[in-house]
């Protein structure tokens, strides 16, 4: 952990302005956590939301459970902190979080819709009529 000296007020607004500017993941980070943000696996929210000025997010990413985590793999680092993230990085995990919450619900509305029965036994081109038998069975 990093320490500020308290009676060095230019040091401690040096840091505190870099807070308020957030940080950039890298790029292996950032994809990670633009899969999770897509599976509605992060939470964000904005570091000073009194602060207009302020225009960085606190960033805390999720680990994959069940199903997903034989497929997602994560870097432990990301998903042992609470990230600050840029306004940028924010603002683009949002959209992919949102876009991924539509895509998920559009499936599950399909879903609720589908009747798996006719699919299965009434099949396209099935209206034609099945094919005489020719053999004489006598």
Request: net charge negative; with cysteine.
């Amino acid at each position: 952990m990093k320490s500020i000296k308290v009676t060095d007020v230019s040091s401690l607004k040096n840091e505190l302005n870099k807070y308020k500017k957030g940080k950039k993941l890298d790029i292996r980070y950032f994809n990670q956590a633009a899969r999770l943000a897509w599976l509605g696996k992060i939470t964000m929210s904005p570091l000073d939301a009194e602060d207009e000025t302020c225009q960085s997010w606190l960033l805390h990413v999720q680990p994959p459970e069940g199903f997903m985590a034989h497929f997602i793999t994560v870097d432990e680092d990301l998903i042992n902190e609470i990230h600050v993230l840029d306004a940028e990085q924010g603002k683009y995990l949002i959209e992919i979080m949102r876009s991924g919450l539509a895509a998920r619900a559009a499936e599950l509305e399909l879903l609720n819709r589908r009747d798996f029965y006719f699919d299965k036994f009434f099949k396209a081109g099935a209206d034609t009529a099945p094919p005489e038998d020719t053999s004489s069975g006598n």
